[in-house]
Nanobody
Framework: QVQLVESGGGSVQAGESLRLSCAASGYIDSINCMAWFRQAPGKEREAVAR????????LYADSVKGRFTVSQDTTKNTLYLQMTNMKPEDTAMYYC????????????WGQGTQVTVSS
């Protein structure tokens, strides 16, 4: 089992920045891809950023390219999402997820952290 705990959510003004963290514990050697998802009320869940561990290959949703950066600190088993130039449409619950199948499906999820951006 793998446990994921997000932190760092909050309320910001448009144009400001925020950094989310996701601390992983448990049998993390089985994980080869991690991702940040978000879901706003009334909308489908969206994959925001993904990182393939080992090769450090990253993918981003078009809506956040150039503004969000996903990274990892392997010494701390922590995944980060640095969000800059934030927009009201970034308002959502953000979830950290871990995959054992290179992102084909996600086996473990965090509880989520709320991000609110006001104009």
């Amino acid at each position: 089992q793998v446990q994921l705990v997000e932190s760092g959510g909050g309320s910001v003004q448009a144009g400001e920045s925020l950094r989310l963290s996701c601390a992983a514990s448990g049998y993390i050697d089985s994980i080869n891809c991690m991702a940040w998802f978000r879901q706003a009320p009334g909308k489908e869940r969206e994959a925001v950023a993904r990182i393939f561990l080992g090769g450090n290959y990253k993918l981003y949703a078009d809506s956040v390219k150039g503004r969000f950066t996903v990274s990892q600190d392997t010494t701390k088993n922590t995944l980060y999402l640095q969000m800059t130039n934030m927009k009201p449409e970034d308002t959502a619950m953000y979830y950290c997820a871990a995959s054992k199948t290179y992102g084909t499906d996600y086996n473990y999820w965090g509880q989520g952290t709320q991000v609110t951006v006001s104009s």
